[in-house]
Nanobody, 115 residues
Framework: QVQLVESGGGLVEPGGSLRLSCAAS????????MGWYRQAPGKQRELVTT???????NYVAFVKGRFTISRDNAKNTVYLQMNNLKPEDTAVYYC?????????WGPGTQVTVSS
């Protein structure tokens, strides 16, 4: 069983930055695509970004140029650097590990963007 634990969420003013981290319980990075999703109150969970084992990244339009995903295979950790945060980025952010039919989720970390 894979365990994912997010950290780094919090309250930030509009225009500010946060870096989220997701640590895995064991080495899965050689085979799993890692990703970040988010869920705002009253909305469905949505994809934010993914990174493959070879480092290829994919971003949804509303975060391009502001968010950056990266992974450190030696530390079994994936990061999400979020810059120029907007109030609409407020959500619970979830780490995801996926390989074929196998998918795992972290418990989530709250990000609140407010003045």
């Amino acid at each position: 069983q894979v365990q994912l634990v997010e950290s780094g969420g919090g309250l930030v003013e509009p225009g500010g930055s946060l870096r989220l981290s997701c640590a895995a319980s064991r080495s899965i990075f050689r085979t799993y695509t890692m990703g970040w999703y988010r869920q705002a109150p009253g909305k469905q969970r949505e994809l934010v970004t993914t990174i493959t084992t070879t480092g290829s990244t994919n971003y949804v339009a509303f975060v391009k140029g502001r968010f950056t995903i990266s992974r450190d295979n030696a530390k079994n950790t994936v990061y999400l650097q979020m810059n120029n945060l907007k109030p609409e980025d407020t959500a619970v952010y979830y780490c995801n590990a996926n390989w074929g039919a196998a998918t795992f989720w972290g418990p989530g970390t709250q990000v609140t963007v407010s003045s």
